[in-house]
């Protein structure tokens, strides 16, 4: 079997908009930020709003709240977006430099993108994925395991991710399950019409 059949068999993968920003790096600075990582010296996490714990505090409070009263608790979900939006449009250009609103296949294992330029297999990115429209911003590093000319024009890119912390990997998760369920119920609404 196929490295590539595998993959689809071990993770679910969705079509999906996000935020993306991709910065090569070469073998020796990928390594150099993960030994920082490791040492303290540099933060793994990129969100100015929503330090990791934050986000696991409010999403334990919200679906403890969801049992008791559902219709509070999407109520303070919905207030919570906005003002992360608010603080996002605030922090401005300083914060969302570099990021392009693109449609991506994602999946908890790494991501094919239509990009306009070549780029060689084998290359490391750092990769900063802003999902929406909840705003969770990731980082992760991926390799290009795959480069095929687009028809759309351009090049389809795999990455596979090579590096992403065990927390910001169960938020993308999270995000793809949510996700696959509003296509699931969109999909059942359009064969009821």
Do not use: C
């Not at 908890?108 to 306009?116: D, E, K, S, T």
């Amino acid at each position: 079997m196929t490295g590539k059949a595998e993959e689809k068999r071990n993770y679910i993968r969705i079509y999906d908009h996000v935020l993306l920003r991709l910065t090569p790096l070469s073998r020796e600075e990928f390594e150099k930020k993960l030994e920082n990582f490791r040492e303290g010296k540099e933060s793994p996490w990129i969100d100015p709003i929503r330090p990791p714990g934050e986000i696991f505090k409010l999403e334990s409070y919200l679906k403890r709240l969801r049992e008791k009263d559902r219709e509070l608790a999407g109520v303070l979900q919905i207030l919570n977006q906005k003002l992360d939006r608010i603080l996002i449009n605030l922090l401005g250009e300083k914060f969302l430099k570099g990021f392009r609103e693109v449609e991506v296949n994602l999946g908890a294992g790494g991501l094919r993108v239509r990009l306009p330029e070549e780029v060689q297999v084998g290359a490391i990115y750092e990769i900063d994925l802003g999902l929406l429209p909840d705003w969770v911003f990731l980082k992760t590093f991926g390799e290009v395991i795959r480069v095929e000319p687009s028809p759309e024009g351009g090049y389809e890119v795999a990455f596979k991710f090579i590096w992403i912390t065990e927390a910001d990997q169960d938020r993308l998760v999270e995000h793809i399950f949510r996700q696959q369920v509003l296509q699931l119920r969109a999909t059942r609404r359009v064969k009821k019409d």
